[in-house]
C-alpha cells in the first residue's frame, strides 16, 4: 500500500485528531496498519485483527477462490484450520451463506476475531485437525488453511513488520517449512469425508514435494499456482 492510501485508512478510522497523531507515530515506528486500526480490508471484507495477530495477506485471495470452488461442488461442513482472523471462513460464509463453518486455531486471541468475523461459525480452539468436534468428522467437504509455511531459517527474508509484529508461532514451519502442513495432510485422512478436498496455500517452491506428501497419504493432488509468481494452493481430493 502507497502512503496516501495509507494516510487515508489512518484518518478514516481515527476517532479524533489526537488519535490520529498516535496512530502515526506507532505507524511512523514500524508497526503494521492493519494492528493500528485493528481492521484489515480482505476480498471486500473489513476483518478485526489485533496487536501481535497474524494479518491475512492479499495472495490468500487464491485460496479463498479456490476453497468457494471447492464448496460449490460438495454437500457437508467446512473447515478453516490454522483460521487466525479467519479471512477464507469470512469469504465463504459471504459467498456460500447456506455453508456451514468451523474454524479451529490453537491461539484463543485471534480466535476471538474470527468469530466476529464469521457470524455464526463454530469456533473451536485446539491442536490443528483434534479441533474439529468429534460428530463432525466425516462430514467435513473442504478443509482450507494458511499454516504457517516459512522454513525457519527465512526469518531474514520476511519484511521487518512480520518479524516484529506477528507471533513466529502463525509464521514459521520447520526446516522446509512444511511441518505443519505435513501434519494436517496426516490427520486430514480421518477427517475429510468421502469426495471431499483440502486446500492448502504455499510457496511454489514447496508445492511439488506437498504434493508428494498428500500422494503418500492417500489423496489424489493438484496444484494451482497464483499470478505472483510464488503462491501455489494445493488440492488434496479424496475418492468418492
Ligand atoms: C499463517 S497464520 C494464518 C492465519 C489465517 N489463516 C490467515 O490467513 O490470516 C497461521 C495460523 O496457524 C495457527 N497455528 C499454528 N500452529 C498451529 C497448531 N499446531 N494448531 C493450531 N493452530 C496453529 C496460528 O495460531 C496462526 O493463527
Redesign the pocket.
Known amino acids: 500500500m502507497f502512503a496516501d492510501d495509507e494516510a487515508r485508512v489512518l484518518r478514516r478510522w481515527a476517532s479524533d485528531a489526537a488519535q490520529l497523531a498516535a496512530w502515526v507515530r506507532r505507524r511512523t515506528g514500524g508497526e503494521p496498519l492493519e494492528h493500528i486500526v485493528g481492521r484489515v480490508e480482505f476480498a471486500g471484507l473489513d476483518l478485526r485483527v489485533g496487536p501481535g495477530?497474524?494479518?491475512?495477506?492479499q495472495r490468500?485471495l487464491l485460496l479463498a477462490d479456490v476453497a468457494t470452488d471447492l464448496v460449490a461442488g460438495r454437500r457437508g461442513v467446512f473447515v478453516?484450520?490454522?483460521?487466525?482472523?479467519?479471512?477464507?471462513g469470512a469469504v465463504i460464509a459471504d459467498r456460500r451463506p447456506e455453508v456451514w463453518i468451523v474454524l479451529?486455531?490453537?491461539?484463543a486471541a485471534?480466535l476471538e476475531h474470527a468469530r466476529r468475523n464469521v457470524v455464526g461459525a463454530a469456533v473451536c480452539r485446539?491442536?490443528?485437525l483434534d479441533?474439529v468436534p468429534i460428530r463432525m468428522r466425516r462430514s467435513v467437504a473442504v478443509i482450507a488453511?494458511?499454516?504457517?509455511?516459512v522454513p525457519d531459517d527465512q526469518a531474514g527474508l520476511l519484511p521487518a513488520e512480520a518479524v516484529e509484529h506477528e507471533?513466529p508461532?502463525?509464521?514459521f514451519g520447520g526446516w522446509d517449512g512444511l511441518d505443519?502442513i505435513r501434519?494436517l495432510l496426516v490427520e486430514a485422512v480421518d477427517v475429510v469425508a468421502p469426495n471431499g478436498a483440502v486446500a492448502l496455500?504455499m510457496h511454489r517452491s514447496q508445492a511439488d514435494a506437498a504434493a508428494r506428501i498428500a500422494e503418500g497419504v492417500g489423496f489424489s493432488p493438484s496444484v494451482v499456482l497464483g499470478d505472483d509468481g510464488q503462491t501455489a494452493v494445493l488440492v488434496a481430493a479424496t475418492s468418492a
Do not use: K, N
Request: glycine share 6%; proline share 8%; aromatic share 6%.
Open positions: 495477530e497474524f494479518v491475512p495477506r490468500s478453516e484450520a490454522c483460521c487466525g482472523v479467519a479471512p477464507i479451529t486455531d490453537s491461539d485471534v485446539g491442536e490443528l479441533a488453511a494458511v499454516a504457517p509455511y507471533r508461532h502463525a509464521l505443519v501434519r496455500e
